[in-house]
């Protein structure tokens, strides 16, 4: 934990109904930044007897969904409200999957507006969409969230359960390990100006840290600006880390350029943020999606605040137990992987005791998708990113993200063809032939793999299979009607006669422009 003149900031997003204000209010009434007493479970580890929850609102009505994706990673603990005359909405679904793939792993569910209910069924409904809302959390990481009943009606009435919820928050408050250390990263939710000192960028701190006279680079912008001042909840401050809620003001920058995005300081790593027009993701399907995840469709793909339309392509790794690539463990491009036409189709599916909304990583492994931006998004190393189709009718009762996951490795798309980071995405082809006649005991004439206008030249080399499994590798084109020379090491048995079957397997490069083919 870094020295600060203020206690630990925990930041606490909330998926609110159309009714938020009074709930949040009575909650914790100084807003934005309420404190509390160290709760015991932290007491060992922090040196503060207070403790600050930094209440972020993510507006939960689906048309604007986009925003709580886009704080997904700054989550510490989720508060999700549900408006317990509707139950669970579409938007609610679309939240939970949002907590599903953040780095949280504590929620709190409130059923709100109970002042709502007729008092004659009122505990009856309750029980009830408390009993449906286990059931949706039995099998993801909400599984024991605490799920409290409240209502917030306006003056002169009584508000209920307010009391419950906060000793919730307070209990589950989680021990999180902040640092200074690292380049600093800094997602910046919102930008405008203030008169006479200029623009103040607000946001959170990811990674590292950040003094007042550092200088900050924009990377979209491609802009360098020095950090003339800061606020941490409309205190001045001299530095900010890993964690914390803070605006930094600077001079000459057109807020209207920067509504959100990312700034780093200067003296961070050269490339630690890289601008990308490509990239290859580790992903994981989101099992509430009912659309299709199919290869060469487009997707809304959300990196942090940013959110570009995006041509996606998937593949699996050839190895089904194999790890899942991250910034440690980078993606090799020397395997070869297969190409999936149908995320849902692909063999590559959730181990059998696993059935978290987002198809959870505790899944064998990953699919992989390659990325390509129709405009080019700032990507820290290992981002997470969420797929959604964002154009879908926002009435309509369906979950709108797709996939999520996080980047493994940024790609050239000019490049992508050939050289050291070549793309090897192959389609497995296989075509049928015959023995058209036998001409020793080592080699065959064949026909129907090719028509005649085939250049057969290109096939010269891969083998071919008997029915009885016995290899063979074709040696030349015969004569000009699409015909073959196969040639084998071993006797032919005694069933290689005229008509018997003949296979050919064999894998093309999906982005290789030789058109290749491979065995």
Not at 49 to 66: M, N, W, Y
Not at 164 to 179: E, K
Not at 257 to 281: C, F, K
Not at 363 to 392: G, K, Q
Request: aromatic fraction near 6%; charged fraction near 20%; proline fraction near 8%.
């Amino acid at each position: 934990m870094h020295p600060s003149p203020l206690p630990p900031a925990f930041s606490l997003p909330s998926s609110l109904s159309h009714r938020p204000s009074p709930i949040v209010a009575l909650t914790f009434p100084r807003l934005p930044s309420p404190q509390v007493d160290v709760p015991p479970s932290l007491a060992h580890h922090l040196p503060y007897e207070k403790i600050q929850f930094t209440l972020v609102d993510c507006p939960g009505h689906a048309s604007l969904i986009r925003t709580i994706i886009g704080g997904a990673q700054i989550i510490d603990l989720m508060l999700l409200v549900v408006d317990v005359t509707k139950g669970i909405q579409t938007q609610t679904a679309e939240c939970l999957v949002v907590g599903e793939v953040s780095p949280t792993k504590e929620m709190v569910v409130v059923l709100n507006k109970t002042d709502l209910l007729p008092a004659a069924t009122k505990q009856v409904q309750i029980d009830k969409t408390r009993k449906r809302l286990k059931a949706t959390l039995k099998g993801t990481k909400f599984a024991d969230a605490a799920i409290v009943t409240t209502a917030a009606p306006p003056p002169p009435a009584t508000a209920e359960g307010v009391s419950d919820l906060v000793n919730q928050l307070i209990a589950r408050v989680p021990s999180i390990s902040r640092t200074s250390e690292g380049p600093f990263l800094f997602a910046i939710d919102h930008c405008f100006p203030i008169k006479g000192q200029g623009s103040v960028m607000t946001g959170t701190v990811l990674r590292g840290h950040v003094a007042v006279n550092d200088s900050l680079e924009l990377p979209l912008l491609k802009l360098q600006k020095k950090v003339k001042s800061m606020q941490m909840f409309h205190r001045p401050v001299s530095q900010a880390a890993q964690g914390d809620r803070v605006g930094l003001c600077v001079t000459q920058l057109d807020p209207k350029l920067i509504e959100r995005g990312i700034a780093v300081t200067m003296q961070a790593a050269p490339g630690s943020v890289p601008i990308l027009s490509a990239a290859i993701a580790a992903v994981h399907p989101i099992r509430f999606f009912k659309g299709p995840l199919t290869s060469n469709s487009k997707f809304h793909v959300t990196v942090g605040h940013s959110t570009v339309m995006t041509a996606v392509t998937f593949f699996d790794h050839p190895s089904p137990n194999s790890s899942t690539p991250s910034s440690a463990s980078p993606f090799d491009f020397s395997l070869d992987y297969p190409y999936v036409d149908n995320l849902q189709d692909s063999p590559a599916d959730l181990a059998p005791d696993q059935q978290s909304p987002d198809a959870s990583e505790s899944a064998s492994h990953a699919h992989f998708a390659l990325l390509v931006f129709e405009s080019e998004i700032a990507c820290p190393s290992d981002a997470l990113l969420i797929a959604s189709r964002l154009d879908s009718d926002i009435h309509s009762n369906t979950c709108r993200m797709a996939f999520h996951g996080h980047i493994v490795a940024p790609i050239d798309p000019t490049t992508m063809n050939s050289g050291s980071q070549a793309v090897r995405v192959f389609k497995l082809k296989s075509r049928e032939g015959v023995i058209d006649r036998v001409v020793d005991s080592h080699s065959l004439i064949g026909r129907g793999l090719f028509k005649k206008e085939t250049d057969i030249t290109k096939f010269v080399g891969l083998r071919v299979t008997t029915v009885e499994g016995t290899q063979g590798t074709i040696q030349s084109p015969f004569g000009k009607s699409g015909k073959f020379k196969v040639v084998f090491q071993s006797a032919l048995p005694k069933e290689a006669i005229a008509g018997a079957p003949l296979h050919l397997v064999f894998k093309r490069l999906l982005f290789d422009k030789t058109k290749q083919m491979l065995q």
